[in-house]
């Protein structure tokens, strides 16, 4: 099911008889192929070298308060699974159901903007992160930044813009830095919040 994604981070496939969810999230499964599937497998899991990340079971539930902190209108709409080097959170869309299976968002905390992907959760993995990795991943950037930090991020940590980019930053590897991914979030909401209605 997710050969592709597999192939491309180099890692064994997924275990289709591992497929445990815990308390709260077996009706992810109904509008999300595979869900069960790749968690039950690699939660937890950080793929090519940090540059891409699935959440604990026991994180998700945290990351849906944290990420409303600062995008309040998608209450009751996401469901996060993962995130990568620069703190985006990528969550399936209850909103937006295309044959039965939840559609992707993309929530930027340095530009304070949310992406629709439009694919499901296989597709994400086995299409977009596979075929795409730059549009989706920023994987070029991710590579400019690994020539200059030598040390891998670690699951807490993220690379945060000093200036984040909806306050005049520059999308450039000096203006990022190694943060904690939670007070890196909490800063953004804050600031997202403050700035909503300004022009």
Same mark, same amino acid.
């Given at each position: 099911?997710?050969?592709?994604?597999?192939?491309?981070?180099?890692?064994?496939?997924?275990?289709?008889?591992?497929?445990?969810?815990?308390?709260?999230?077996?009706? /992810?499964?109904?509008? =999300?192929?595979?869900?069960?599937?790749?968690?039950?497998?690699? &939660?937890?899991?950080?793929?090519?070298?940090?540059?891409?990340?699935?959440?604990?079971?026991?994180?998700?539930?945290?990351?849906?308060?944290?990420? *409303?902190?600062?995008?309040?209108?998608?209450?009751?709409?996401? &469901?996060?699974?993962?995130?990568?080097?620069?703190?985006?959170?990528?969550?399936?869309?209850?909103?937006?159901?295309?044959?039965?299976? =939840?559609?992707?968002?993309?929530?930027?905390?340095?530009?304070?903007? /949310?992406?629709?992907?439009?694919?499901?959760?296989? &597709?994400?993995?086995?299409?977009?992160?596979?075929?795409?990795?730059?549009?989706?991943?920023?994987?070029?950037?991710?590579?400019?930044?690994?020539?200059?930090?030598?040390?891998?991020?670690?699951? &807490?940590?993220?690379?945060?813009?000093? /200036?984040?980019?909806? *306050?005049?930053?520059?999308?450039?590897?000096?203006?990022?830095?190694?943060?904690?991914?939670?007070?890196?979030?909490?800063?953004? =909401?804050?600031?997202?919040?403050?700035?909503?209605?300004?022009?």
């Amino acid at each position: 099911m997710f050969r592709e994604f597999c192939k491309f981070f180099n890692i064994p496939e997924v275990d289709k008889n591992k497929c445990e969810l815990r308390d709260g999230l077996s009706n /992810v499964q109904r509008i =999300a192929s595979g869900f069960k599937e790749l968690l039950s497998s690699y &939660q937890g899991s950080s793929f090519g070298e940090g540059m891409y990340r699935l959440h604990n079971y026991n994180s998700i539930d945290k990351w849906n308060k944290i990420v *409303l902190e600062a995008f309040p209108e998608y209450k009751d709409r996401i &469901q996060c699974f993962g995130y990568d080097w620069l703190g985006r959170q990528f969550a399936l869309d209850k909103s937006r159901v295309i044959e039965g299976e =939840a559609q992707i968002l993309m929530l930027e905390p340095g530009t304070g903007e /949310v992406l629709e992907i439009p694919c499901n959760f296989v &597709q994400f993995h086995n299409e977009e992160i596979t075929n795409y990795h730059d549009a989706c991943l920023a994987s070029e950037f991710f590579s400019d930044w690994m020539r200059i930090n030598k040390t891998k991020l670690s699951e &807490q940590e993220c690379a945060g813009y000093k /200036v984040l980019l909806f *306050l005049g930053g520059a999308d450039t590897v000096e203006n990022l830095e190694k943060s904690d991914l939670e007070v890196y979030w909490s800063i953004c =909401a804050q600031l997202i919040n403050k700035t909503r209605d300004l022009p």
